[in-house]
């Protein structure tokens, strides 16, 4: 079973709507978490990050994390076309400050 | 906005010459690392690097991987014997001292490396 899992899309939505994203992850050693932002040949861009369990808002997006059923979630409200882009979650351990784990990362296309 | 940096943007070498991929990161920035994103696949952690040595490393990291800092601003990526399987996109990221996971990691733009 892969440490983290993230449908690779792409997820199609017409501009305006909420774009739903997730991840799944099987190490119960991960604390933080986060939503990274990578367009084309660009490196990954952090958007959210939150600690543990609960919500964060910022903006247009929140964050949501559900460590007992293990699922993370980003949420995208008001998509613009400039949403599109391919979007990873990332997640790491207490101890180990610099070792991320990304998912695969999901593509999202929003249509003008 | 400060920004890592990462030259060359691109770089095109034959399978077992030696490659060197450098990275100025943020100026105040102390904690540096390298990821590596094979096309089409995940981005992988390769190693840490905090004051002058390796803090944490993947299995990707073997022997044939070093880093670098060698003038107190450059930070470098060595593949002494490169193979086809390391072509990928080579990512630098680096983060201030003192504001922990909350801030997060700054990525350069990332190095694209193809081995022929």
């Known amino acids: 079973q892969k440490e983290v899992e993230q449908d690779p899309g792409p997820l199609s939505v017409p501009e305006g709507a909420i774009v739903s994203l997730n991840c799944t992850y099987s190490n119960s050693a991960f604390q933080y978490f986060m939503w990274y932002r990578q367009y084309s040949r660009k490196g990954p861009e952090l958007l959210m990050y939150?600690?543990?369990?609960g919500n964060k808002e910022d903006g247009r997006f929140t964050a949501q994390v559900d460590k007992s059923s293990k699922y993370i979630s980003l949420f995208i409200r008001d998509s613009q076309p400039s949403d599109s882009a391919t979007y990873l979650c990332a997640m790491r351990a207490t101890d180990s400050w610099g070792k991320f784990q990304f998912g695969a990362g999901t593509q999202v296309v929003v249509t003008p | 906005e400060p920004e890592v940096t990462q030259t060359p943007s691109h770089q095109v070498t034959q399978m077992g010459q030696e490659v060197i991929l450098r990275c100025v990161p943020i100026s105040n920035h102390l904690y540096f690392y390298w990821y590596r994103q094979i096309l089409g696949q995940k981005v992988e952690f390769l190693v840490s690097f905090y004051n002058n040595e390796i803090s944490e490393k993947s299995e990707i990291f073997d022997d044939q991987f070093s880093v670098e800092r060698p003038d107190g601003s450059n930070f470098t990526l060595k593949i002494r014997s490169t193979k086809l399987e390391d072509s990928a996109m080579y990512f630098c990221?680096?983060?201030?001292?003192?504001?922990?996971?909350?801030?997060?990691?700054?990525f350069g733009s990332g190095t694209r490396l193809t081995v022929v």
């Open positions: 990221a680096s983060r201030p001292p003192g504001q922990g996971f909350s801030y997060g990691y700054t």
């Open positions: 939150t600690y543990s369990s």
